[in-house]
């Protein structure tokens, strides 16, 4: 029996459905309904083109005209030039402002291609099919798009949202399981910040999402999708509740850019990240230690690392920590927990505290 | 007696105020109110800085960080590898979402860190300082922000609103009377397409704008942002009226792009088109000769070409016109007049009757 859900991610006129079962990115109804001419421009990566781009690109060519552009595949090419081959391919195929752009990779190619949507003649329609589990639980919802700079990630970028997503796991098929975990690290991150039940239920089902169980899959990137939905409603250009979904980011963003993009991926910097997190709240008194261990194991249960890179010092942390784009005073914004479920922000000015945590998680 | 003058751009929560006036980049108060935090990045451009930028600087440094960057100046550097330059000096000098960026320049560098603002962090604030008469006139108001690519001008971009703009008169005693017309032909512009009192007040005072004299400039910039003000107000995004602003520009940015930017000022071709779409709208019955006379004269007057450069054919303009970004089916969309102060769209099918007129304006 073929699983479908739709969710709706309710944005007043910029409101848009996620598309989340198995077999979707065959039925490309689902596509066409959106799309408001006869021009499309799929951007894919050098990993996913080669095996999902020929169909998509024979299935859609019957009734439109369809370009389409490959770029590298990972972080490292999240760059403005390599953004600028997606202009030069919509301008020399002469692209108007009717066209649509198709984001067909993971969160990457996500964020890149919404970022073109958002700034070709200022703005063209995209959706996005991500290929990757992170993604469809992570940039599906939120809007955020945009491009890194040498000195910093996300750092150049738009508030644009999609017209729809199209989450299909039958795609997951093919991902490395290095990468099923990464998604994972996002997953329990809203058991996490928002949802104990849903943390409960990871627990006890994690080896069905390792063995890409399909109805456990589309049932945990749908609470994923509708936890992050209900915040980005509350607060789309995040000015507060919406940083809580940051949980784990800061110290990943430090890991990230200090080992480079690639070397580790973003949803096991994530971990290490929400186990830091979790030891800083252990540390103010508000977790416990029961519910700390039960953080790292699940993580560790999902594939993911749960200790820092050997090589970073905790001032490598600090100073990469000082530049996050979500701290407002001179101190680092933090995301803590106050319990298993229930997600605080907290403005540290104790960077002794910082660096103790981090440097006990090296040998613990 | 000190004249100053403040219109307010009415866009519901991104609404701002201009001001309009002699000397009023010595009271820097009117920057500092509109400011968030203490951090400020001037752009600027290797023309203008010499002239003003030190001054500025010392004045606002008195209370706030200001670091500042210098681009090269012209359309020419209107690109995505100057804008990264902007994003360079950001995050070199540690800029969080509270930062304030400040235009000091021409349309160019309006354009260029008003998206600069818009896309870093995905968003922070800015203002603009215009010092041509051009960019006082029509940057001022509209949030349209953006650089150029090979294939197109402006293609790549934001609809992004300034939290102030600062037309002050007196910078433009240091400009060229080549600039200053390219100016005027903007402000003819408003006349045309929507209010013909104020061509005839152009018809008549049009020797006092040449003269700089600074009450007639700051009338004749006032009128002109309070038109597009309202014209921007009701079509914000550019699906409909708006389109009415690009009188003359359908031809003038095919002139820009075949001659290479810089070569023509925009101003110069955008009057080239004005009397272009004037013949054309003859041609159709709308415009008496009279009117069309008075039309290439005013823009004479201002000292502006009125013929097409000399090397630039019919299919020329054809071949840029068809990739214009207002082109919404196949055919080429003008801004044609019904009379001297009312514009209308018209979808031209008809690449014969727009070559015939070309084909004319060289030899009459």
Chains 1, 2 share one sequence.
């Not at 999402?209 to 109805?215: M, S, T």
Request: aromatic share 6%; proline share 3%.
């Amino acid at each position: 029996m073929k699983v479908k859900e739709t969710l709706n991610v309710n944005l007043g006129n910029r409101s848009y459905p996620i598309y989340i079962g198995s077999g979707l990115l065959k039925d490309y109804t689902l596509i066409e309904k959106h799309l408001i001419s006869q021009q499309v421009l799929i951007v894919s990566n050098d990993t996913v083109a080669p095996i999902y781009l020929d169909a998509l690109i024979t299935q859609l060519s019957a009734s439109i005209k369809v370009d389409s552009v490959v770029l590298p595949d990972g972080e490292a090419f999240k760059t403005l030039a390599q953004l600028n081959k997606i202009f030069d391919s919509l301008l020399s195929n002469k692209h108007n402002r009717q066209t649509t752009l198709i984001a067909l990779g993971g969160g990457v190619i996500g964020d890149m291609t919404g970022f073109a949507a958002a700034s070709y003649q200022r703005g063209v329609n995209f959706i996005q099919v991500p290929t990757t589990l992170l993604s469809q639980v992570d940039s599906s919802v939120g809007g955020k798009t945009g491009v890194n700079h040498p000195l910093g990630k996300n750092m150049i970028g738009a508030f644009y949202q999609p017209k729809c997503v199209i989450a299909d796991t039958s795609v997951l098929s093919t991902l490395p399981d290095k990468e099923l975990s990464a998604g994972l690290a996002e997953i329990i991150k809203y058991g996490a910040i928002c949802d104990h039940s849903f943390f409960e239920w990871l627990e006890k089902n994690m080896h069905l999402l390792l063995a890409k169980d399909p109805k456990a899959l589309i049932y945990a990137i749908k609470i994923s999708c509708e936890r992050k939905a209900e915040i980005v409603a509350k607060d789309e250009l995040e000015t507060g509740i919406r940083a809580t979904l940051n949980f784990g980011h800061t110290f990943g963003h430090a890991i990230e850019t200090h080992m480079g993009y690639g070397e580790w991926l973003h949803g096991e910097a994530v971990a290490v990240g929400m186990c830091l997190a979790a030891k800083i709240s252990k540390e103010l008194g508000w977790l416990s230690d029961r519910e700390c261990d039960r953080l790292s194991s699940l993580c560790a249960k999902a594939g993911l690392p749960v200790h820092k890179p050997k090589k970073m010092q905790p001032h490598d942390f600090i100073k990469h920590m000082k530049l996050d784009k979500k701290n407002v005073t001179g101190s680092i914004r933090l995301v803590l927990l106050k319990s298993i479920g229930e997600a605080v922000l907290f403005e540290c000015k104790d960077n002794a505290l910082i660096s103790k945590i981090i440097d006990a998680n090296m040998s613990d």
